[in-house]
């Protein structure tokens, strides 16, 4: 199983949201037979086993094994993924692009959309990815917020420089700095 299924086309997503698809999904963590599934969740094995059916043509689920129970073949299936991810560009960008500038809302969308995208074509089956998240929380007085952002820049300016050789591993680097809202449950 995947830690991430990055989806991509329309007819994924499509498949993906309905709600008790997203339930089946849940349940397929580990893998199972349709009809454990419809138990778990109150329902036939039939109605699970067509929703599992689209779910594998989309990619989403894994027939895993099969075994025999009193002379039928049942098949056990699992997710694909522990989450799905949607492209944003499934929607496709609504209205015109307009310039962007380093500290404009837009740019940081833009930004996150190209992140998201990197790491799930990222080979996870990799022995080692080196990678690093960092995240924390900031609190700067709207007096000091431009001089806040300019010592950011400078600092990532100097990594940029001391490291933007053309020998070694690529590594992108993305730092987003953005108001916090408020919390979410």
Request: charged fraction near 30%.
């Given at each position: 199983m995947?830690?991430v ?6 007819e ?16 397929l963590?580990e893998?199972r037979?349709?009809t ?10 039939q109605?699970?086993?067509?929703h599992?059916k ?5 990619g989403?689920v894994?027939?895993v ?19 799905y ?34 790491v ?13 998240g ?30 933007g ?13 953005y ?7």
């Open positions: 995947r830690d299924l990055y989806l991509e086309q329309l994924q997503a499509e498949v993906l949201l309905k709600p008790q698809r997203v339930e089946i999904l849940r349940q963590a893998p037979t349709c454990e599934v419809a138990a778990r969740l109150e329902q036939t094995p109605r699970v086993y067509y599992v689209q779910l594998v043509a989309a989403l894994e027939q094994d099969k075994r025999k129970v009193r002379g039928i073949t049942e098949g056990i299936y699992q997710a694909a993924a522990r989450s991810w949607l492209s944003p560009r499934l929607v496709g960008r609504i209205g015109l692009r307009r310039a962007r500038d380093e500290l404009s809302l837009g740019y940081l969308l833009d930004l996150m959309e190209e992140v998201q995208a990197d799930a074509a990222l080979d996870r089956s990799a022995p080692e990815l080196p990678s690093i960092v995240s924390g929380e900031i609190r700067v007085p709207a007096e000091r917020r431009q001089e806040f952002l300019h010592d950011l820049q400078s600092a990532l300016q100097e990594l940029f420089t001391r490291y050789g053309a020998e070694g591993d690529a590594f992108k680097l993305a730092v987003a700095c108001p916090k809202g408020t919390d979410r449950d």
